[in-house]
């Protein structure tokens, strides 16, 4: 309640959080030609041929309650709560209620958590039905599960991971219970079956558009293996490492190779004093978080396997949780990576270190303590952020100032001038639903960012542009908040 509350303030203060991105002039879009799941039923720039359940659930929202900062805001924040009670629903079957609190507690006031619960993108609604799908598959409610897959998947193409995910682990489970092979097979064809969704809408797309997947999106897949390990080990260290997030991780990582020599597990102390080997041998190449990408991957895996085989029935579901993760962590590190895409594995891999650092029979007496003490630490991180993006709450700044920005290029009437600029800039100059304009003028000449010389030049710290170190120009107007700030500057002849 007192995060709800919290959020509720923090709409009433924030009006432009987040009204540059491409969803918010979407929604709007829809809204006016009514609300539509079919790729084409709006501009193939605001789709990017993904399915569009967000766009048709935020567009019904407007039509009810208006298109309002507010209430747009205020539809993302449903979302939100609608995760948050899900989650608690989830934690609940592990019937330990120490265990739900303080893993929805440290989630609420994770950064990451909080700075995208009211924007208005679909990660937030993608991870809440992700983890839908996941309740009703423990619960056993087959039709809700395929339901949910389905809606899953109609809200991102990367829907289709919890829909393998689970497939895997059934799979996996079925093998352990000595299954027939005609049971495998029927119960794998009914828990995959709602990627025939993401099929129909790749067929639909191939008809309208012709191709399958949006060129641009394919276009940015990595072919260098390298790359794929880097930008792999930054999503896992992204999670468990960055915003004071080591405070969880670290007591994980040390009393969880406690744990394996206080149990005299000689065959697992060799192959993870092997694996720390090759991962400082190859830290060199892959960053200075390589191990610890390493080390929680071998924790975490070696719990939910143990668990798993050794644990009792509502435990097993924590290797689901794991296959989840890695297969999700692989596919963004494969593809486009940006923070905010791992809100839905999030919750998991949180939920690994803190259940078993708060069900371990040495650990458990001491460990809430450890969690009080670190409570004040995050909520410090929370509330006084460093970093200048959308998942941390230094971005209320940037939204405000966007505005200032625009305002200033109005006044000067400059709708003709050649402007170069970055994306989320470019959006609220050329797009007349991104809510920045205040005139009905249009700014004719804006690139987007394209190389190429303009009068006129809008550099910020939220799309850093390396031409600006050594621009050659007169600065006009600077606008700074926090940590955020906008320049605009004239090139010289």
Same mark, same amino acid.
């Given at each position: 309640?007192?995060?709800?509350?919290?959020?509720?303030?923090?709409?009433?203060?924030?009006?432009?959080?987040?009204?540059?991105? /491409?969803?918010?002039?979407?929604?709007?879009?829809?809204?006016?030609?009514?609300?539509?799941?079919?790729?084409?039923?709006?501009?193939?720039?605001?789709?990017?041929?993904?399915?569009?359940?967000?766009?048709?659930?935020?567009?019904?929202?407007?039509?009810?309650?208006?298109?309002?900062?507010?209430?747009?805001?205020?539809?993302?924040?449903?979302?939100?709560?609608?995760?948050?009670?899900?989650?608690?629903?989830?934690?609940?079957?592990?019937?330990?209620?120490?265990?739900?609190?303080?893993?929805?507690?440290?989630?609420?006031?994770?950064?990451?958590?909080?700075?995208?619960?009211?924007?208005?993108?679909?990660?937030?609604?993608?991870?809440?039905?992700?983890?839908?799908?996941?309740?009703?598959?423990?619960?056993?409610?087959?039709? @809700?599960?395929?339901?949910?897959? /389905?809606?899953?998947?109609?809200?991102?193409?990367?829907?289709?991971?919890?829909?393998?995910?689970?497939?895997?682990?059934?799979?996996?489970?079925?093998?352990? %219970?000595?299954?027939?092979?005609?049971?495998?097979?029927?119960?794998?064809?009914?828990?995959?079956?709602?990627?025939?969704?993401?099929?129909?809408?790749?067929?639909?797309?191939?008809?309208?558009?012709?191709?399958?997947?949006?060129?641009?999106?394919?276009?940015?897949? +990595?072919?260098?293996?390298?790359?794929?390990?880097?930008?792999?080990?930054?999503?896992?260290?992204?999670?468990?490492?960055?915003?004071?997030?080591?405070?969880?991780?670290?007591?994980?990582?040390?009393?969880?190779?406690?744990?394996?020599?206080?149990?005299?597990?000689?065959?697992?102390?060799?192959?993870?004093?092997?694996?720390?080997?090759?991962?400082?041998?190859?830290?060199?190449?892959?960053?200075?978080?390589?191990?610890?990408?390493?080390?929680?991957?071998?924790?975490?895996?070696?719990?939910?396997?143990?668990?798993?085989?050794?644990?009792?029935?509502?435990?097993?579901?924590? @290797?689901?949780?794991?296959?989840?993760?890695?297969?999700?962590?692989?596919?963004?590190?494969?593809?486009?990576?940006?923070?905010?895409?791992?809100?839905?594995?999030?919750?998991?891999?949180?939920?690994?270190?803190?259940?078993?650092?708060?069900?371990?029979? /040495?650990?458990? +007496?001491?460990?809430?303590?450890?969690?009080?003490?670190?409570?004040?630490?995050?909520?410090?991180?929370?509330?006084?952020?460093?970093?200048?993006?959308?998942?941390?709450?230094?971005?209320?700044?940037?939204?405000?100032?966007?505005? %200032?920005?625009?305002?200033?290029?109005?006044?000067?009437?400059?709708?003709?001038?050649?402007?170069?600029?970055?994306?989320?800039?470019?959006?609220?100059?050329?797009?007349?639903?991104?809510?920045?304009?205040?005139?009905?003028?249009?700014?004719?000449?804006?690139?987007?960012?394209?190389?190429?010389?303009?009068?006129?030049?809008?550099?910020?710290?939220?799309?850093?542009?390396?031409?600006?170190?050594?621009?050659?120009?007169?600065?006009?107007?600077?606008?700074?908040?926090?940590?955020?700030?906008? %320049?605009?500057? +004239?090139?010289?002849?």
């Amino acid at each position: 309640m007192i995060f709800v509350i919290f959020k509720l303030f923090h709409l009433n203060v924030s009006f432009f959080w987040d009204e540059s991105w /491409v969803y918010a002039p979407a929604i709007r879009s829809m809204a006016e030609i009514g609300p539509s799941l079919l790729p084409d039923s709006i501009p193939l720039d605001y789709s990017r041929g993904h399915p569009l359940l967000f766009h048709f659930l935020g567009s019904s929202w407007i039509l009810i309650f208006g298109s309002g900062f507010f209430s747009m805001h205020f539809f993302a924040l449903t979302i939100t709560i609608g995760f948050l009670f899900t989650a608690v629903a989830l934690l609940k079957t592990f019937e330990n209620d120490q265990v739900t609190f303080w893993v929805t507690l440290l989630l609420c006031i994770q950064p990451l958590f909080v700075a995208q619960a009211s924007i208005v993108l679909p990660e937030m609604l993608l991870a809440t039905l992700t983890l839908c799908s996941i309740y009703f598959y423990v619960k056993g409610r087959t039709l @809700l599960y395929i339901c949910f897959g /389905v809606l899953t998947i109609l809200t991102k193409e990367t829907g289709i991971l919890i829909i393998g995910a689970i497939a895997l682990y059934d799979f996996i489970k079925n093998i352990a %219970e000595k299954r027939s092979f005609i049971e495998i097979i029927k119960s794998g064809f009914i828990y995959i079956c709602p990627i025939l969704a993401l099929v129909a809408h790749m067929i639909y797309l191939k008809a309208v558009f012709g191709w399958y997947l949006y060129p641009e999106h394919t276009g940015l897949i +990595k072919s260098d293996i390298n790359r794929v390990i880097i930008a792999f080990s930054s999503t896992i260290k992204d999670q468990v490492w960055n915003q004071w997030r080591f405070l969880i991780t670290v007591p994980f990582i040390l009393l969880y190779g406690y744990h394996i020599v206080l149990k005299k597990n000689f065959a697992s102390i060799v192959f993870i004093i092997i694996s720390i080997l090759i991962s400082l041998y190859f830290n060199t190449f892959y960053g200075n978080h390589f191990v610890i990408t390493v080390l929680y991957i071998l924790f975490a895996g070696h719990f939910a396997i143990e668990r798993f085989i050794k644990g009792k029935e509502r435990e097993k579901i924590i @290797l689901l949780f794991f296959i989840f993760i890695i297969i999700y962590c692989l596919f963004s590190a494969a593809n486009f990576y940006t923070v905010r895409y791992l809100l839905s594995t999030f919750l998991y891999i949180l939920f690994i270190p803190i259940y078993f650092l708060l069900t371990d029979s /040495v650990f458990k +007496k001491y460990i809430p303590y450890l969690f009080i003490v670190f409570v004040p630490l995050f909520i410090f991180e929370l509330l006084n952020p460093k970093a200048v993006n959308d998942v941390n709450l230094s971005y209320l700044s940037y939204c405000p100032l966007q505005m %200032e920005a625009v305002e200033f290029l109005e006044e000067n009437e400059w709708y003709k001038e050649r402007i170069n600029t970055k994306f989320l800039m470019y959006i609220a100059l050329t797009d007349d639903k991104a809510g920045y304009r205040k005139t009905s003028e249009t700014f004719e000449n804006v690139n987007g960012g394209k190389e190429s010389r303009e009068a006129i030049y809008i550099f910020n710290n939220v799309e850093l542009d390396e031409r600006r170190d050594n621009f050659n120009g007169d600065l006009l107007k600077r606008f700074e908040m926090n940590h955020v700030w906008f %320049e605009i500057w +004239k090139e010289k002849e």
